[in-house]
């Protein structure tokens, strides 16, 4: 099929690149011409790995095009996917002006009809809403053509794109016809995917969808509450992970206790999701609770290192391993590290950063300050260092020489936020360790 995908952020680029590796003739067209740029030259402008090999490929095989041209674009296209990008407004509803602008691009130049494919994570209504506005555009300009609007939120996880997009758990498809459900089954025959494809209306789609991240996201934050309550009763919240998700009706996934969520997704989502609840005037104390204590839980981790290094705050150095959202990704939207460095930057601690893609994106991002420092190695942001801190669980951190961090360190200290080390092991280091949910630090303190 001729398919052509509007926006080129995470999803539209994944989603691009995978329906030309499975033979179908994809064009990307993006607004951002420096971006469209980059791709003719097979540069991915954000790290997710394998991507920009695949890109590469598929561009050489001529399945895969860029263009500047809306036109272009849908000239021959049988299906077209938006995919921009739908960021929270001040209110916390879903911005969906960028959307607008391609249903309003597409209502003035499109001459026939089409299927229209709505990846971008939207509000309950706005596929009907976005039908309505497009059919209405077409008629006024007196063309006797109809097009199809199809929800298919995307459920791919960052970092893990590529197994996700081809082995996904289910395929959502939201269609008030026939006929689009059977495109939509059409396009995703040559992926050979074994999971089900579910066809439901474009108002259950959307909701699956919010309803799927506002799960994950209340887990996390269930642990990350629990957590509290086992700390100070002396219980190991990881032990209690493991006896939980033990239950097949529960599972062991998204049961991680840390410093809480990030990125573009479940802050975001969520934000919507209580959004919605407002505009038809239900109450949602779930919701609301899922973000209250994703927020408390990054100060709550601060609170904690600041306590615990007290007077000795001031002028210290503080050594943060894992400035992403997560790993395996350059993505740092609402990344907890930029609020935990500026509350130890605040309390009076000089800060040292690193990440294993430290790059000008990620550096961007923190202020310029005398206070903040960037370094290129792991064990030089050690160095000296009073506090060393687990931010984000890159793999590179798994297993670091704890006697090279034991002998450049000043003081001892680790703080994983994300129970990431084994306590044991790391306290018979010699360092006095704290996680979150992990309560020997209250009773077996080794110095520092
Ligand atoms: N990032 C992720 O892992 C996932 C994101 N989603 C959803 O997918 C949507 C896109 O998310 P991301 O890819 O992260 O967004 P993004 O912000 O990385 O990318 C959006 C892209 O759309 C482009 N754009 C903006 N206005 C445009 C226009 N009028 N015409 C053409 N292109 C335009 C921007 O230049 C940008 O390249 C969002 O609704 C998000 O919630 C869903 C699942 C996973
Ligand atoms: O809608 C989206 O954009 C996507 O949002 C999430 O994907 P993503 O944000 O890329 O990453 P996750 O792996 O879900 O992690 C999100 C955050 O939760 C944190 N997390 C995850 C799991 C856990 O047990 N504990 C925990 O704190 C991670 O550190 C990270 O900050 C969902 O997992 C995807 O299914 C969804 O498509």
Request: aromatic share 10%; proline share 5%.
């Amino acid at each position: 099929m001729k398919i052509a995908v509007f926006g080129l952020g995470y999803v539209g680029l994944v989603t691009a690149t995978s329906l030309s590796e499975v033979g179908h003739q994809v064009i990307g067209y993006d607004a951002d011409t420096d971006k469209l740029e980059s791709l003719r030259n097979s540069e991915v402008p954000f790290y997710e790995p394998g991507l920009a090999d695949l890109v590469s490929k598929n561009i050489d095989q001529g399945n895969l095009h860029f263009v500047d041209h809306i036109d272009w674009a849908i000239a021959d296209s049988d299906v077209i996917f938006i995919a921009v990008g739908t960021p929270p407004k001040e209110d916390g509803s879903a911005d969906l002006k960028s959307l607008y602008q391609v249903v309003e691009s597409l209502g003035q130049m499109l001459e026939r009809s089409i299927t229209i494919v709505v990846k971008s994570t939207v509000p309950v209504g706005t596929n009907q809403a976005i039908d309505r506005a497009l059919n209405a555009l077409l008629e006024s300009r007196g063309l006797q053509v109809s097009c199809d609007v199809v929800s298919n939120p995307e459920f791919l996880r960052e970092g893990n794109a590529l197994h996700d997009v081809f082995n996904p758990d289910r395929i959502v498809i939201g269609a008030t016809s026939r006929q689009a459900f059977d495109t939509m089954r059409r396009l995703y025959a040559p992926f050979h995917f074994t999971c089900p494809l579910l066809e439901m209306e474009p108002a259950s789609a959307e909701l699956s969808k919010y309803a799927a991240n506002a799960f994950l996201a209340s887990r996390i934050s269930f642990m990350n509450e629990l957590s509290r309550l086992a700390e100070t009763v002396g219980a190991d919240i990881n032990q209690v992970s493991t006896a939980l998700g033990t239950d097949p009706r529960i599972g062991h996934h998204f049961l991680h206790a840390g410093i809480g969520y990030g990125g573009s997704c479940f802050p975001k989502d969520i934000l919507s999701l209580r959004n919605m609840f407002w505009e038809h005037r239900i109450e949602s104390p779930l919701t609301n609770a899922i973000q209250q204590v994703n927020s408390e839980q990054r100060h709550r981790f601060a609170k904690t290192i600041i306590e615990h290094l007290a007077d000795a705050i001031d002028n210290s150095t503080i050594a943060l391993w894992g400035l992403t959202f997560k790993p395996n990704t350059d993505d740092m939207r609402d990344a907890p590290s930029l609020e935990i460095s500026q509350l130890l930057q605040k309390a009076g601690a000089n800060v040292r950063l690193y990440d294993p893609v430290l790059n000008s994106a990620i550096k961007d991002r923190f202020p310029t300050d005398s206070q903040l420092e960037f370094v290129d190695d792991m064990y030089e942001a050690v160095h000296g260092a009073d506090a060393l801190v687990l931010v984000t669980e890159w793999t590179t951190f798994a297993e670091p020489d704890f006697t090279k961090v034991m002998q450049l360190m000043r003081t001892p200290n680790v703080f994983d936020g994300r129970n990431f080390w084994d306590p044991d092991f790391v306290r018979s280091q010699g360092f006095t360790y704290y996680g979150v949910g992990r309560p020997e630090i209250r009773f077996n303190q080794k110095g520092g």
